[in-house]
């Protein structure tokens, strides 16, 4: 039997937080079928973290994200976030276009960078797996799922409760 996409229960607490970006950032790969090791994929990931805080002169703790693994239906690996900057100044179509373009400049591969004006976009990164999703995003969905500290801070105050992953 198959479920339907409906979201995890973590999801209504990511409804909180008023996203700026859904990201999706996508690995280029060396051959057809050859993907970046689990390892550097990460470190890719914090080194765009990184590149985006030094660039935008904010400090980690005022970005905040939530990152979820995916293989796409091609068979690449790619990474889709949520983003959100305490900064409002720094919600427009330049942040949106440098968001993108710092992965690409990176060297890592394509970046797409949407602004977040539906609320479906919290359910998709937390969504309940059908069987399906199973095999795009691996049998332990929480193993594939990140928040940035600055993230849990955020839902630790708006929902008065304790959080016990972070990745960053």
Known sequence: MMRGKEPAPEGWFLHR??????????HETKGRWRQ???????TRY????????????????????VKR????????EHF?????????????????????????????????CRPCQTTGVQAYIT?????????RFGSERFRHVEFSKGALKSLRRLTKMTA?????
């Open 80 to 112: 889709h976030a949520l983003v959100n900057f305490h900064k409002r100044r720094l919600v427009n179509k330049t942040t949106g276009h440098f968001l993108s373009g710092a992965w690409e400049q990176l060297g890592y591969g394509i970046a797409d």
């Open 36 to 42: 970046p090791s689990a390892k550097i994929q990460a």
């Open 46 to 65: 914090h080194n765009w973290v990184n590149k985006v805080c030094r660039s935008l002169k904010i400090n980690h703790a005022s970005f905040r994200w």
């Open 164 to 168: 016990v992953h972070t990745g960053y």
């Open 127 to 135: 969504k309940i797996q059908n069987e399906y999703e199973m095999n």
């Open 17 to 26: 937080i008023d996203w700026d970006y859904f990201v999706t950032l996508t």
């Open 69 to 76: 693994w995916e293989t796409g239906r091609g068979g690449r």
